[in-house]
């Protein structure tokens, strides 16, 4: 609103006549800053300022996807190659400090667990459909994952054993039943470990884990087999790889790490497949940070 230059009475017109002092009115005066309406920029301005005295941004980062139902959005890849690139997506760190924790695995337990710890992460994540990796920073995190990958591994290490003692006693009675049952007891005991540790990261349910729901449906179908004998077959390539590496000093150790995250993220598209084709129920919606 324009100002009357001679007296300061407020007018509604551009170019007029003041109607206190008769002074015409023929250029427009901006109002006192105090009372002038505030603009968009101000209002991102303030914001700013704002979340400066808080210590918030004014933008918040955008929360990471998923899609745990439906068509996999890992469909229109290989598995293999979604299981190499899934680990390094957004940058290499995760594959050098899990080079560098194998290296100091070979004397402490504890790198190991953060690297298997990461693993079931990138399983996780993609049994929940998230395309966007999960970051490798919370090591408190990572510590409590691989743990719970020493549990489900060390649960079927049991019942290895158990099946081992079994089939050694019945050798002493009939060498043929003993040598049959210590047949039957490996692939009893290591077949499912894939599953259960994929359902485990999916649905964070230890008891789903071992459920015939979940792993029971997983490990009955043919899917599953392959991804297995997959399984099997990328063990031997990272083998071999990695004893080629030795002459880098540090490049075992940077393979072991890619392929342990590798077949991490290999079951955990084998389980969002899963649910795309109806076998297993949907994972959790929750993203893994």
């Known amino acids: 609103m324009p100002y009357c230059l001679a007296c300061g009475t407020k ?9 206190s002092c008769g002074e015409a009115i023929s250029q427009r005066i901006d109002l006192p800053a105090d009372d002038a309406p505030a603009t968009e920029s101000d209002s991102v301005d303030d ?3 704002a979340g400066e005295e808080t210590g918030e941004t004014a933008t ?7 899609e745990p139902d439906g068509p996999s959005p890992f469909s229109d890849m290989l598995a293999v190659a979604f299981a190499i690139t899934y680990p390094v997506r957004g940058g290499y760190s995760p594959v050098v400090i899990g080079g560098v924790l194998q290296f100091f695995a070979t004397v402490f337990l504890f790198p190991a667990l953060l690297t298997a710890g990461y693993a079931f992460r990138l399983a996780g994540a993609a049994a929940r459909g998230q395309t966007e990796r999960p970051a490798l920073d919370n090591y408190g995190q ?3 994952d691989g743990l719970k990958t020493l549990l489900v591994s060390g649960l079927y290490g049991v019942v290895l054993l158990v099946g081992g003692l079994v089939a050694a006693v019945a050798s002493v009675v009939n060498e043929p039943v003993g040598l049959a049952v210590g047949i039957l007891v490996v692939p009893i005991s290591l077949y499912p470990v894939p599953a259960s540790l994929a359902v485990y990261a999916a649905t964070d349910d230890a008891q789903a884990a071992f459920s015939r729901r979940y792993t029971g449906r997983l490990c009955a179908s043919r899917a599953y ?6 399984m099997v077959a990328c063990l031997v390539v990272i083998s071999i790889v990695g004893a080629l590496s030795v002459i880098t000093i540090v490049g075992p150790f940077v393979v072991q790490a890619w392929g342990v995250y590798a077949l991490g993220a290999l079951w955990g598209s084998h389980y969002r497949s899963a649910v795309a084709a109806g ?9 893994v940070p």
């Not at 087999?225 to 997959?230: C, D, E, H, V």
Request: with cysteine.
């Open 225 to 230: 087999l392959q991804t297995w004998l997959l």
């Open 11 to 19: 007018t509604d017109f551009e170019v007029t006549d003041c109607p």
């Open 279 to 287: 076998t297993v129920p949907p994972a959790s919606d929750d993203p």
């Open 60 to 66: 918040d980062a955008s929360e990471v996807g998923t």
């Open 142 to 144: 990572l510590l409590a």
């Open 47 to 49: 914001l700013t300022v």
